[in-house]
């Protein structure tokens, strides 16, 4: 058996996934990631914060620290892969980190005159979106294949189930990352890896606001950082919330495609 396969027990683990020590969050000025900064800082936890705003950084990284947790903060950009796989591969020689949530994202959208999303916008989102996450991934994984344990949770999206019209690179990444990370835990888990697919609704942050359409049990971002934790504790293959919004989506990836364009367009997701 290699070294990579060799390393902690099923329990230790587990344990793991359950009281991570170290935990890196990429993104983690924005909504979602400065709520789960918030709820991780506790005493005796290291956080290593990432973010590409150097002012929300500094605050964020204070808040935690009132709270008791040590924090390190980084911001290199994850537009440049090999940069960024580098930075993460120093972190973790440094830092045993336990937990990655790889959360850093950007949004686009058709515009109000329906212009379509060009070239260089695709590249923009996808080089965060999906490039970024996987240079993130490519960052934290050999140190984690060596020890033969940790957990990475992948912040995918409810749109990864069926694209919706109006923002169609943004679901493209998301649906890409969804299967990216469920690849991810078949070869990973015997390895004493979990991996994590988070798969979010309407959340209340500045790109949720920019997303036209209805927002249908639209939740606060410290709700969601509470339901995201308790799925990763249970070690959750899907952490997708909310149940009922989570539900209807995987809904229109198994209705006739036609009838789940109609139902988008009756809710203001169409031309």
């Known amino acids: 058996m290699s070294d990579a396969a060799q390393g902690a027990s099923p329990q230790s683990s ?5 009281q ?9 000025t ?4 400065a709520a789960l900064a918030r709820s991780y800082a506790l005493p005796g936890r290291m956080l290593i914060l990432h973010g590409r705003d150097t002012a929300r950084l500094a605050s964020l990284t204070h808040e935690c620290e009132i709270q008791g947790a040590e924090v390190r903060g980084v911001t290199f950009d994850l537009r440049d892969a090999a940069a960024a796989i580098e930075a993460l591969r120093s972190v973790s020689s440094k830092y045993a980190i336990d937990l990655a949530i790889v ?6 959208a058709i515009g109000k005159g329906l212009e379509a999303e060009n070239w260089d916008t695709a590249r923009a989102v996808l080089a965060v979106n999906l490039d970024g996450a996987i240079a993130t991934v490519a960052g934290v994984l050999p140190e984690m294949r060596r020890r033969g344990t940790g957990q990475i949770a992948i912040v995918s999206s409810l749109a990864a189930y069926f694209g919706l019209p ?9 649906a890409a990352m969804k299967a990216y990370g469920e690849a991810l835990r078949g070869w990973l888990a015997p390895q004493g890896i979990a991996v994590n697919v988070v ?8 790109m949720t606001e920019r997303f036209s359409g209805a927002k249908p049990w639209l939740m606060s971002p410290e709700r969601a950082a509470t339901l995201i934790r308790r799925g990763l504790e249970r ?3 899907r952490i997708a919330f909310p149940r009922r919004l989570a539900f209807g989506m995987w809904g229109l990836s198994v209705l006739p495609p036609a009838l789940s364009q109609r139902i988008l367009s009756a809710l203001g997701y169409g031309a």
């Open 235 to 237: 070690n959750r293959a």
């Open 14 to 18: 587990r344990r793991s996934w359950q």
């Open 103 to 108: 959360n850093a994202g950007v949004s686009s």
């Open 199 to 206: 798969m979010p609704g309407f959340v209340r942050t500045p």
């Open 166 to 174: 109006v923002t169609p690179i943004y679901c493209a990444s998301k």
């Open 20 to 28: 991570p020590s170290t935990i890196l969050i990429t993104g983690a």
């Open 30 to 33: 924005g909504g979602i990631g």
